[in-house]
Structures are given as structure tokens and as C-alpha cells.
């Protein structure tokens, strides 16, 4: 899990306050310590940070880039669970609805990882709320615009990497009615009655088939190897990563039971 605490250094922090730092820094963006092999992959940041060469910002933008976080959140993960793994790292919070998702990931399609997360690290917000002293942390909100904000902070403050797996945010489990973590509540607290007529309800009748739910990946697949075959040369994003993208903004428009049908 994130960090939970304000942790703070200054310009003339020893050795040992600057590894301290450390430490929470990668509690917050890896949300563990590294392995001793990753270590090896690291050496040369934690030395330029802990000898004051790099800052907090600066020590951030040169981590992301690096297997041991592109590895873990970004090679497995669709762009929409990435994105929002980004902003629990970086700002501390849930990403604010549809139109910063699609801001960001346009950023991340065009640019790359390094140019998301300096997006974030280079904001306002990220200035006003932890400067260039303070590593980012879990930021509790006071006030929140809606019950499903609050349900989202909620799941993502406590979520463990890979608790609800790498593909939907909360953001759009929430609005399809997931919960991943096991059955709805509703199956929970109001068991179905068993049904005396055997015969599909009207809901059921109007369900995707299996016929269905392959063409729609044929679909999927086809646009994603036309976007790959005609991708600025810049991009570096492999068609698979593509496929994915798109196969989650489709699963918008598609009920729990139909997203079963295509592997969710």
C-alpha cells in the first residue's frame, strides 16, 4: 500500500536522513522496497540522491523509467489501470473522472511513461501540495463531488498492486457495477429466490452471445492493427498494449455480464 504520512527533507539532509527518504519514496511509487537484483538496476539514482545530486522530482521521473517500475505497473497493465496507478503514486489521489483519464492517456499513447508522469510531477497541484520537499502520499480528501468518488478513493487507497488485477480502474468498475474483490453486495446481503418459471428473463434474452463477443474482437483486433500499422514512429507501445487500450473503452458500453464474454 501507498504511504500514509508526510515525510519531508531539506537541502542539507545527511546520508542517512536522504536513505530514510529513500526508503518511503519507493513505500509510495512501488509500494514495496526493491528486491536486491532491482537494486543493482538503481544504484546510480540512489547515489546521486542520497549524495543531494537529485531531488524528490527529479529522482521520481528517472524511477518510472526503469524496469523495476515499468515491469511491475505499466508491461501487464492496460493504459487505464496504469494511468490510475500513476496518480495514486505520483498525486496522491484517484484520477477526477473520464476527462482527465482521457488526458492523460492521450499523453501516455503519444508520449510515452516518462511524459505521463512529468505531467503529474511538473503540476500545479503537485507544487501546492507537496513542494519539492515532501514525498507524495495517500491524500484523504475532505470533501468529495459524489458517493462513487468517495467508493473509488476508497478501493484505491487500500488496494494492494494487482488486487483487482491490471485491466479495469476503479473508476469504470464503478460504473459497471464490479466488484472484483468477490460477489456484488447486493448477491450478498439479497440471495435470489429460486425461480419457479425456467424460462430466461426478458434481461437475459437481451444478453451478447459468444458469436457476438468474437466479432467484437475481431473488430477489436482489426483497429488495433490499423492504428499499429499507421502509429507516429515515436510512439513505443506494442499492438498488444494497443488492442488492450481500446478493448477497455469498448467494455464502457457493456453490461457486467456481456464484459465476462471478453475475458473481464
Known sequence: MPLHETITTTHNASVEERTFVLSKIYQQVLERQP????????????????K??????????SLV????????????????KFIENACK?????????????????????????GALVSDMVDSEEYRKCFGYFTVPYWREQALYQSATE?????????????QRGWGIPNHYQQKLHIN????????????????????????????????EAEKIMECI???????????????????????????QQVLEFMT???AVLLGE
Open 256 to 258: 457486467p455480464e456481456d
Open 52 to 61: 543531494g545530486k537529485l531531488g524528490i522530482r527529479h529522482f521520481l521521473k
Open 35 to 50: 528486491y536486491e537484483s532491482e537494486r543493482k538496476q538503481l544504484w546510480d539514482l540512489e547515489r546521486d540522491f542520497k
Open 65 to 80: 523509467v526503469r524496469p523495476v517500475y515499468l515491469e511491475h505497473f505499466y508491461e501487464n497493465s492496460s493504459n487505464l
Open 221 to 247: 483486433q482489426t483497429i488495433s492493427k490499423i492504428l499499429f500499422d499507421n502509429r507516429i514512429p515515436e510512439q513505443r507501445i506494442s499492438r498488444k498494449r494497443m488492442e488492450n487500450a481500446i478493448r
Open 89 to 113: 503514486h505520483f498525486l496522491g489521489r484517484t484520477p477526477h473522472g473520464d476527462e482527465e483519464i482521457h488526458h492523460w492517456d492521450n499523453i501516455l499513447l503519444r508520449h510515452g511513461v
Open 150 to 162: 468517495y467508493l473509488e478513493n476508497e478501493r484505491l487507497g487500500h488496494e494492494h498492486p494487482g
Open 180 to 211: 472484483s474483490d468477490s460477489e456484488s453486495e447486493v448477491a450478498k446481503t439479497e440471495p435470489t429466490p429460486p425461480q419457479e418459471d425456467p424460462q430466461p428473463s426478458p434481461t437475459a434474452l437481451g444478453m451478447m452471445n459468444e458469436t
